[in-house]
């Protein structure tokens, strides 16, 4: 049942960790969803997916969502499966992106059960994904694009505006007023030079502020990512080896084949074959040429990611490459090796020193990637323990993420503080240690929300 309570705000996802983002808005008798994300990392987040939604899907009036990753979108189509049956407003860019990875991420939810089935691993029988690739093409006919900065409608005495948020194609900030009150959704902002997207828009005055704080508590090395690429590539190339990168289907496999273009077209590193090995990474680098609006490239530059990289679709032309060996680049997803075809790379190469393995951003608790860059020298691949010999860079550089001082610098563009700001989406670490400095360096009110916290707008805790 709806409450006829004075708004409100429920965090139902991203506390005490960096995914899961679910944002409710409650005024009278509407409800709005800012954000619809799936949980990763440690199973006991994760199994945050698998219990009921905290109040009943058909109960939701609308769904805004912030841009295309999974920890902001991923459950959407299993809240439509359990009755949602409003709208899914984002922006154009965003709606484009879903159309590929939700039914993706439904198709690996399935692999996933199959796989547990076969090891007997699940506590369902047969195991269950969390939804299917059939549920995630059904969820898309909820979706309603929409422009930025173009006021929104969302429900009784309730409106939204998607603004600029940089860090990947259709990425927003969300600003919505409600009651007479106005509330600022961060979603994840991008960085103020990052070389695809252009920055974050400057933060409007707002009563409640909610930001993430993925790098909260880190700040991007000095050092040029690029160059640091550039030298990898140079090194295991000398040796014949096979320079594996875990990238993010959206937006990093964009940056990644910018730069590497960039170091080939300048002889600094050798001419030695690249392939982009994600279909979907193949057809998000399309999108991204539909919307010159919001990015910095140009299309001389497009022309040159696309002559660089040889585009593998196919599962067959993905096991040519293991057994092509080296040298060579292979750029695939998942970034934090959770998933995808970069895992069946890894089995491939490895075992062998001469080869590398390159992470090109966060690494979340719980996750393959995580282990892999606090040192572990095996990874549990589908069943299987496979040793790790091959050199491990992780190259924080390439982040689409403000880190912590670059998200101060945005929250300085502010006309007047926030009566409160929710430090979300981070690690527990992340969340305090941003918490910290704003109090430190702006005297605004801040601190980190409990999960399921609900807080009235008039008064915020």
Known sequence: MKSNHPARLRFFGATDTVTGSRYLLESRDTRILVDCGLFQGYKRIRDRNRIPFPVAPG???AVLLTHAHLDHTGYVPALVRDGFT?????????????????????HLQEEEARYADHRGSSVHVPALPVYTAADAVRSLNSFEPRDFDAPLEVGDGIEATFLPAGHILGAAQIHINVDGHSIHFTGDLGRADDPLMFPPRELEAADILVTESTYGNRRHPDQ???????????????????????????????TLMLHLSRLRRKHLIPDI????????????SYMYRQHPDEHRLLV????????????????????????????????????????????????????????AIILSG???????????????KELRIYGQDVPIQAEVVQIEGFSAHADAD?????MHTADEAPHMTYITHGEPEASDALRRRIKRELGWNARVPEYLESVPLDKPL
């Open 59 to 61: 109960s939701i009036d």
């Open 86 to 106: 409003g709208p899914v407003y984002a922006t154009h860019g965003t709606s484009e992106l879903c159309k590929l990875l939700l039914p993706d991420s439904g």
């Open 224 to 254: 040029d990512a690029a160059a640091e690429l550039g030298a990898v590539v140079s090194r295991v190339a000398k040796r014949g080896g096979v320079v594996m990168i875990a990238a993010f289907a959206v937006g990093r496999a964009e």
């Open 273 to 284: 074959p690249i392939y982009l090995n994600s279909p979907m990474a193949i057809d998000a």
């Open 300 to 355: 001389d530059e497009f022309e040159d990611m696309y002559k660089l990289a040889t585009m593998s679709r196919t599962a067959d032309d993905s096991k040519l490459l293991n057994l092509r060996g080296g040298p060579m680049v292979i750029i695939s997803a998942s970034g934090m090796l959770t998933g995808g075809r970069i895992l069946h790379h890894l089995e491939a190469y490895g075992p062998d020193p001469k080869n």
């Open 362 to 376: 966060f690494q979340a608790g719980g996750t393959r990637g995580a282990d892999l860059a606090a040192g572990a």
């Open 406 to 410: 670059e998200i101060i610098r945005w």
